[in-house]
């Protein structure tokens, strides 16, 4: 497919900065609506070929926009998203576009309220620009978006549209979900910073019902200042999922914080992993090296060894919980409508009639066990380094390898996407892992990751 091609330098791509853009509107020489103007010249000009969005409202972000400009003059803003243009993921509601997650057996299905996350941003004054694009069920057949960096290959999935229209500058961030790497790999394939934060920690109701012990909510975005800000925001206005706390730490970015020791993890995603990725990230380690951080792997701790083995049954244990929690309302879907799903999705629902609550006890008690393992880390390890994809994003429409997403979801840790690297002038993304309900701490060392 011939088309838009940018090659990709993480030290050049500049992505959009909200945060940055703030004191111009205090001191009245920009507005929320001249930068949401720019933002629609951008969203103009490469929609055509980007494809990140399913559905716009245009008219509506101008209001809130002006809105937030007269807030602005007054010298009163609403919040740290007060203005902010913002895309998000159509497995959210949203009282003004409809959900379809991807599905025509959702097409314009349309409850009129907004989830949880989205109803905190538009009363912070955030933009609800528009949905993005996402795969069937956020997890089966692609959608149409393309990779805004090269449209011939892949965003990754299922937060695909997000992910392209942070990464083609159309906005500054942009919500995403993740039960099995549905944030961090199409952050790395597109180029942008992404959290996904400790499991419970931003509230996912209101949106479609995906596996509710791996669901999480993400935020993507230009720099790491507005990933953390905005899901700070959320998580403190719409509050965790129930027996959840909050983020903890504080609403502006935190210190860079650098690291003592990290473990550099192969997970099962190393033997599947291109050569050139390997290369690539080979050297990333060794320039933690040679700035004095300790990086240890398997031939160097024998607890890291026996992460790494029990890393090994991870994918099985995923798989069997996601279909097993997901089996409604899928269920119901290809009982009434079998003729609207992929193959992909009636395949998972005949698998998921055929696990029992035993199948799944089991799964349950390994992913206790596991945690209690990563959390025995604390004491010598500060954070853990690993890839997010196998590759560089591939040409074509499949979504990408999810194996190395798979176990921050599982172990439901705080987890990073830092664009640090690229391969093929395509963007390639280091995932740094951190602790449970330690996100704060995690940022700042991911600040210095990407500052040093």
Known sequence: MAGRKVPY???????????????????????????????????????????AFVRMNVDGARQAADAASARYKDGRPLSVVDG?????????????????????????????????????????????????????FAFAAPGPTRNPWD?????GGSSSGSAAAVGARMVPAATGTQVRGSVLRPAAYCGTYAIKASYGAINTLGGFPSAPSLAHLGILAGTLEDTWSTAYYISHTAGGDPGHPSLG????????????????????????????????????VETLRSKGVEVAGRADDPDVEALEHKLREL???????????????????ADRCPELLSERVRERVEVGRGLTPADYAGALDWCHAFRRQWEAMAG??????????????????????????????????????????????????????GYFRKDWELVGTGRWLAEA
């Open 380 to 433: 010598s390890t500060d954070a853990f380094v690993t890839l997010n994809s196998i590759d560089a994003a591939p040409v074509g429409m499949p979504v990408g390898n999810s194996i190395y997403g798979e176990l921050s979801s599982v172990v439901g840790v705080p987890t990073l996407n830092l664009p640090l690297l690229a391969l093929d002038e395509m963007p390639l993304g280091v995932q740094l892992l």
């Open 84 to 136: 902010m243009p913002m895309a998000i993921k159509d497995v959210h509601e949203t009282e003004d576009m409809p959900m379809e997650v991807g599905s025509p057996v959702l097409k314009d299905f349309h409850t009129g309220w907004d989830g949880a996350a989205v109803h905190c941003l538009r009363k912070g004054g955030a933009l609800i620009l528009g949905k993005t694009v996402t795969t069937e």
């Open 9 to 51: 330098d993480p030290a050049t791509a500049n992505l959009l900065c909200y945060a940055s853009a703030v004191p111009s509107f205090l001191d009245g020489s920009d507005t929320p609506r001249a930068y949401l103007e720019r933002c629609l010249e951008t969203i103009e000009a490469l929609e055509p070929e980007v494809r």
């Open 249 to 284: 730490g504080e609403p502006t970015l935190p210190s860079a914080n650098k690291p003592r020791r990290v473990v550099r993890l192969e997970s099962a995603g190393w033997d599947v992993t291109a050569e050139d990725t390997r290369a690539v990230f080979e050297g990333y």
């Open 151 to 155: 449209v011939s290959r892949t965003p």
């Open 315 to 333: 994918p099985e244990v995923i798989l069997l919980m996601l279909t097993y929690e997901g089996r409604y309302p899928l269920a119901v879907y």
